[in-house]
């Protein structure tokens, strides 16, 4: 299939349409999957022409016959039956599910109707509400009426998304930049800057939303956004190096290496199985089709719920009775009011449950895990300890910049989730480098021989870099990127980083071939013009204040930053971290999209300093 036959703009609808469905975003979805769409879509056909249908799909996409369809073999047929009645009825499958709502107005380039999920805004009305309830910053549009439409006005000023992002990832926006009383306008614009580029550096997919669409309440676009950086905050502590327990989990004849490979989805899928177990019942294999009829929960409810035999929290006995209940929807309900007794209720109506809503139930059950893991940290076990190590804030940078550019999969963790260089071609993509997709092999991969692929696609991403992009790749293999060798897969991803943002800058600059040195004379020239101090490049010891970044952001935007916050001189580690904070989010708040953290100030890494400094430039450069 030629790429150019499909435009950027239906690339992300398909995309998105393919998200829709594959909720746990493992990068491919299921004939099961397909069928249980087109059962919930409500479709005017008869069951007759809805198998056919599903049938004809799974044959034409699932083109290795492995029950397993990619994004690449959804992406092929979807395009060569573009005309026919069954991609129409697809694609009226994906935006008609019950309780999907149609939004007035089209999109321009493509003229489709954007739809958005009722039980969706409902769940996060409600956990957004009891999240920020006591926040007085947001008295002004809480709590909002989970029946109206308060939430997409609500979120119009930015403050509510600030805040949902610092619960998420502590600490993410320096309170001191959001603006809260008095807003105009143009205060309004930089809060709503403040929460897209700090969503994008918490990795959150943001490249098709902008200011703009929150500012105007664009339901799906809302909803969207709301979700990632929701589900960043539930799963955040389900990651072995956060959380010791987890490594109950582990299965016989399993090493910690395997279970570290999970991604958080996958280990709560784990966690719950490992409950049910427990309680003698039947394993689940997803929280959608396996979980609506109630039982799953309750055996989990049951098993979680404190016992008493921990000082201080008494026992809450669970209710199974409403197992015998017939009816589904009347059982979800008798179910809810247990998980209500645990505090654990959000995110689901017994309806969702029922519906097996994916992405409600798994915000379900992961709050639940959150409140209640009861998993103990294994005693006895032969364990090395010391290998479960979290990861660098380096390596953080990497995974959330990854992320945020929407590639598919999601990088869970760095080393593992490059291992067949996926991940990798799609970021050369984003910098211009060409790749030959007939050359990569995609999963599934077969279950003899799966590394020999992958190690076939590394081979390809490292020679991509050594003649295409021209990358410095010395002593590099496609064997250290498939292995995970840390020092040299974080060599390739940072000249990825450096190149994505240089780009940026030639883009800017008509095409003007951009290095340190132009960022460095622009960065000195700009200081200079106001009057301050300059640098002498990305290790001068006085960016450790920060202060030529805040100095230097003051001359991109005159008077937006507050010097009566921060301290100059004499600094201490702890004021030096203050100003830091409020410098990356200064820089976030006046349209930078800055992905390094405080610290990196602190310390005067070189690279990540050298990023500031360019976003910064980018967004100087646009000055009209």
């Known amino acids: 299939m030629a790429k150019g036959e499909i435009s950027v703009e239906e690339m992300e609808e398909?995309?998105?349409?393919?998200?829709?469905?594959?909720v746990d975003s493992n990068g491919y979805i299921s004939t099961d999957e397909l069928t249980e769409l087109f059962k919930v879509a409500n479709l005017p056909l008869p069951g007759y022409r809805v198998r056919?249908?599903?049938?004809e799909l799974s044959q034409?996409?699932?083109?290795?016959?492995?029950?397993?369809?990619?994004?690449?073999?959804?992406?092929?047929v979807f395009h060569g039956l573009k005309s026919s009645e069954v991609a129409k009825t697809f694609r009226k499958a994906i935006n008609k599910k019950e309780g999907i709502c149609a939004v007035a107005g089209t999109s321009e380039q493509s003229g489709t109707?954007?739809?958005?999920?009722?039980?969706?805004?409902?769940?996060?009305?409600?956990?957004?509400?009891?999240?920020?309830?006591?926040?007085?910053?947001?008295?002004?549009v809480l709590p909002m009426d989970p029946s109206s439409n308060d939430l997409f006005t609500a979120?119009?000023?930015?403050?509510?998304?600030?805040?949902?992002?610092?619960?998420?990832?502590?600490?993410?926006?320096?309170?001191r930049t959001i603006n809260k009383k008095k807003l105009t306008p143009f205060t309004i614009q930089e809060n709503l800057n403040l929460a897209l580029n700090s969503s994008s550096a918490i990795g959150c997919h943001v490249v098709n939303i902008g200011a703009e669409d929150l500012k105007e309440g664009r339901q799906h676009l809302v909803l969207g956004l709301l979700w990632q950086i929701i589900k960043i905050g539930l799963l955040a502590d389900i990651e072995i190096s956060r959380n010791e327990a987890l490594i109950a989990l582990l299965r016989d004849g399993e090493n910690l290496e395997d279970l570290m490979k999970l991604s958080p989805e996958e280990l709560l899928l784990r966690w719950a199985n490992y409950h049910l177990e427990q309680a003698g019942s039947s394993k689940i294999n997803n929280f959608s089709s396996d979980?609506?009829?109630?039982?799953?929960?309750?055996?989990i409810l049951n098993q979680v719920a404190p016992k008493g035999d921990?000082?201080?929290i008494p026992p809450i006995a669970i209710d199974m009775s409403g197992l015998r209940e017939k009816d589904d929807l009347k059982r979800a309900e008798?179910?809810?009011?247990?998980?209500?007794?645990l505090g654990c209720r959000q995110f689901v109506m017994p309806n969702d449950v029922v519906r097996g809503n994916p992405k409600l139930n798994l915000a379900f059950v992961a709050n639940l895990f959150n409140k209640y893991p009861a998993l103990k940290k294994p005693e006895n076990q032969d364990i090395d300890w010391s290998s479960i190590e979290g990861e660098t804030r380096e390596e953080r940078t990497f995974r959330n910049w990854m992320n945020s550019l929407g590639v598919n999969p999601r990088v869970n963790h760095l080393y593992g989730d490059l291992d067949d260089a996926l991940v990798i071609f799609q970021l050369y993509e984003k910098i211009k480098v060409p790749v030959d997709w007939d050359k990569v092999n995609k999963p599934p991969y077969p279950k003899l021989g799966s590394n020999m692929k992958k190690l076939e696609n590394c081979n390809y991403a490292v020679e991509l870099g050594k003649k295409e992009a021209k990358f410095s790749l010395v002593g590099i293999a496609g064997q250290d990127l498939n292995e995970g060798n840390r020092t040299l897969t974080l060599a390739l991803l940072w000249q990825l980083m450096r190149r994505y943002t240089l780009n940026i800058l030639e883009d800017l600059g008509d095409g003007q071939k951009v290095n340190d040195d132009t960022i460095i004379r622009w960065v000195n020239d700009t200081l200079t013009e106001a009057g301050k101090n300059t640098i002498s490049g990305f290790k001068d010891g006085s960016i450790s204040s920060s202060m030529p970044v805040l100095d230097l952001i003051d001359a991109i935007q005159p008077g937006s930053i507050r010097y009566d916050l921060i301290k100059a001189e004499d600094l201490t580690d702890e004021e030096k971290l203050n100003n830091a904070k409020y410098a990356i989010s200064m820089a976030r708040k006046i349209g930078a999209r800055v992905y390094a953290l405080p610290e990196d100030l602190v310390e005067v890494k070189p690279k990540m300093v050298m990023t500031v400094f360019a976003c910064l430039m980018a967004r100087g450069m646009k000055r009209v």
């Open 14 to 22: 398909l995309r998105e349409a393919f998200s829709k469905v594959d």
């Open 52 to 55: 056919e249908i599903v049938q």
């Open 60 to 76: 034409t996409m699932d083109q290795n016959k492995d029950g397993k369809i990619t994004f690449d073999e959804f992406v092929k």
């Open 113 to 140: 109707q954007h739809s958005y999920s009722e039980e969706e805004k409902v769940a996060f009305v409600n956990w957004v509400n009891k999240a920020l309830e006591k926040d007085p910053d947001c008295k002004h």
């Open 155 to 175: 979120v119009g000023d930015g403050i509510i998304l600030c805040k949902m992002i610092n619960l998420s990832v502590p600490d993410t926006i320096d309170e």
């Open 291 to 299: 979980i609506k009829d109630s039982k799953a929960y309750y055996n």
């Open 310 to 312: 921990e000082e201080g």
């Open 334 to 341: 008798c179910m809810l009011d247990q998980a209500d007794r």
